[in-house]
């Protein structure tokens, strides 16, 4: 079941930093790529991929090269820059703090999943 949209705006642009610290992806790997690793949780079209990779592109934490494919067609591939390096470690501890927090008042009980 995908989350709450307000929940998605932290959430989505994390977890695209995190799956470009493997390696850089163009923008349809990413839509799949994120709604495979968390089961669908973080589901999200390429309508509202797009303008967040522009947003982060714009902010310096990833940046984009154009390049023609073996089929010929042109994909924009993006990777991780070393200011998103820094910002993804910064925000990893930030949702660990909350996952602890939420775990603290009991609104994740691991013994649920």
Same mark, same amino acid.
């Given at each position: 079941? #995908?989350?709450?949209?307000?929940?998605?705006?932290? *959430?989505? #642009? +994390? *977890? +695209?930093?995190? /799956?470009?610290?493997?390696?850089? $992806?163009?923008?349809?790997? /990413? +839509?799949?790529?994120?709604?495979?690793?968390? !089961? =669908? +949780?973080?589901? $999200?079209?390429?309508?509202?991929?797009? #303008? /967040?990779?522009?947003?982060?592109?714009?902010? =310096? /934490?990833?940046?984009?090269?154009?390049?023609?494919?073996? *089929?010929?067609?042109?994909?924009?591939?993006? *990777?991780?820059?070393?200011?998103?390096?820094?910002?993804?470690?910064?925000?990893?501890?930030?949702?660990?703090?909350?996952? =602890?927090? $939420?775990?603290?008042? =009991?609104? $994740? !009980? #691991?013994?649920?999943?």
């Amino acid at each position: 079941m #995908p989350i709450e949209r307000e929940l998605m705006r932290g *959430a989505g #642009p +994390v *977890a +695209v930093l995190q /799956l470009l610290e493997y390696g850089e $992806m163009y923008g349809y790997q /990413l +839509v799949e790529a994120v709604s495979r690793k968390t !089961d =669908g +949780v973080l589901a $999200m079209g390429q309508s509202t991929l797009y #303008p /967040l990779l522009y947003n982060l592109e714009a902010k =310096g /934490l990833i940046s984009g090269t154009w390049r023609t494919s073996e *089929a010929g067609r042109k994909r924009k591939y993006y *990777a991780l820059t070393t200011k998103g390096a820094g910002y993804l470690g910064e925000r990893r501890k930030d949702w660990r703090e909350l996952i =602890g927090a $939420m775990e603290g008042l =009991g609104l $994740m !009980d #691991p013994k649920e999943g």
